[in-house]
């Protein structure tokens, strides 16, 4: 029994990572109508620019809000240079561009950086949390500042006129510049928003899968599943998805004979496949019905 | 009385296919003008012409100034309101969010009294200012895409066939409000109807378009007796 809860709190821990890396990756499918597979080296990308600042003598929180601000720059500049100019282009000239933009962000941190595998701190100690042996204190703060971030993006999105532009831009864009919304900015704060957050999944995710460029291969494949179990569409699916993938992730690589650590990410896209198969919209997203 | 909106030689273009073939019309300020004509003669096309919706050579100048180099959301900003064809409704907002929207470039004050106003005029959004725009039934949504518009607090705006499948009686109810708001609010009108009757009661000036071009204009009451435009339009 304690295993079990031992393995669904950890699963909860991170999940937590997947739910803001499914987030970022459907407020920029929202935006665009294009699935960002470069998310997860933007991601890896600011993590070593916090690393960095820390060598540099950056407390951490300092550097963890520095690297938010670079991280929103960052992802503002490479919607204007490179995706922008793609708008209008097919759907096969922006998978080029992703994977372009995921091959120049992971050789330049390689680059920069070497592919050594660096230790990252936490600011949370890893002692166990509250006493208790089931959970540590990274893993409570790694569920606690997602938890905050949500709550954060919520508000943002329900009560500020700029949250409420963005929704109607990505929602009707038609309509959105029919009253004035500048769409074409609200898309690339979007996509500064998106990797900000994806930022702090890196930052949160570092200590535990140690600081190198490939750290985010396996997270973003985790967040994809986790974007499509709660549905493309749905910004609250993709956060309950991402929880949902971290506790099956757990589950299945201990209690399924055989699975263990070296099979927990074909589990992850057998469920992608699984609800492509059997509900392509997902768990809270609409079925998208366009008139031909 | 001046032109508030001025357009010469105005042609548009959908890739290859040449939709409007030199059109020239103004309106005047204050008035309500109704621009009448079958379907594909370009009525939609003009509107959407005038926000830069569609590729267009050719002169359009609002209060003396060219539209042309704008883009849609600048010639919004300029106090020009469009309610689409299909209405364009934020249909997974509240009812209460598409009219905050409608004043999205407004300053912050005036808005929520501005809303009440709405209500006055359109009680029944009132009663579903909770609800999602897309549960409204397709009257109450045209009459939510007017009311967005008005947040507008527009100095002209476009209607693009409002009267469309809806039921005679909500869409009489709808052209009075469109009246008054003409009258009190001094908001100038182009409505775009294959409804004629109707557009002609409320209208002082009228243009009927036929594939592109303006075959005939005049004071809405005489366009209304004329032969032809009985025998087309009108249907009697």
Known sequence: MELLTNQILAGIATGAIYACMALAVVMIYQAIDHLNFAQG???MFSTFISWQLMQWGVP????????????????????????????????????????????IINSSAGLIWDFTIKQYPTPFGSSPF???????????GMI?????????????????????????????????????????????????????????????IAPVVFLEPNMMVGVLIYGFAAAVLGGLTSPFGAVVGGFLVGIIENLAGTYIPGVGNELKLPIALALIIFVLVVKPAGLFGRPIVKRV | ???????????????????????????????????????????????????NM??????????????????????????????????????????????????????KAGVASDIERMYAHFPVLKQRHTQQAGTLSGGEQQMLAVARALMLRPRLMLLDEPSF????????DLFKILGKINREDKVTILVVEQNAQLALEIADQAYVIETGRIVMSGKANEIADNEDVRRSYLGY
């Open chain 2, 54 to 107: 569609v590729r267009t050579t050719g002169a359009i100048e609002f209060d003396g100034a060219p539209l042309a180099s704008r883009s849609t959301e600048n010639i919004v900003r300029l106090g020009i309101a469009h309610v689409p064809q299909g209405r364009g409704t934020f249909t997974t907002m509240t009812v209460e969010e598409n009219l905050e929207l409608g004043a999205i470039t407004r300053n």
């Open chain 1, 130 to 140: 509250l006493g208790s042996q089931l959970i540590s204190t990274h893993q409570a």
């Open chain 2, 165 to 172: 499948g809806l039921a005679p009686l909500i869409v009489r």
């Open chain 1, 41 to 43: 080296e933007m991601a």
């Open chain 1, 60 to 103: 951490y929180w300092g550097a963890f809000l520095l690297t938010l601000a670079f991280s929103f720059a960052g992802g503002i500049v490479i919607e204007r240079l490179l995706f922008k100019p793609l708008a209008k282009a097919p759907i096969l000239t922006n998978v080029a561009g992703f994977i372009a933009l995921f091959a």
């Open chain 1, 144 to 204: 606690g500042v997602t938890i905050l971030l949500l709550i954060a993006l919520y508000g943002f999105f329900r009560y500020t006129r700029i949250g409420l532009a963005m929704r109607a831009a990505a929602s009707v864009p038609e309509s959105a510049r029919l009253v004035g919304i500048n769409t074409s900015w609200m898309i690339a704060l979007g996509w500064g928003m998106a990797a900000a957050i994806g930022s702090i999944a890196g930052m949160l």
């Open chain 2, 1 to 51: 009385m001046t032109a508030l909106l001025n357009i010469k030689a105005l042609k548009a273009y959908y890739g290859q296919v040449q939709a409007l073939h030199g059109l020239e019309f103004s309106l005047n300020e204050g008035s309500v003008t109704t621009l009448l004509g079958a379907n594909g003669a370009g009525k939609t096309t003009t509107l959407r012409a005038i926000c």
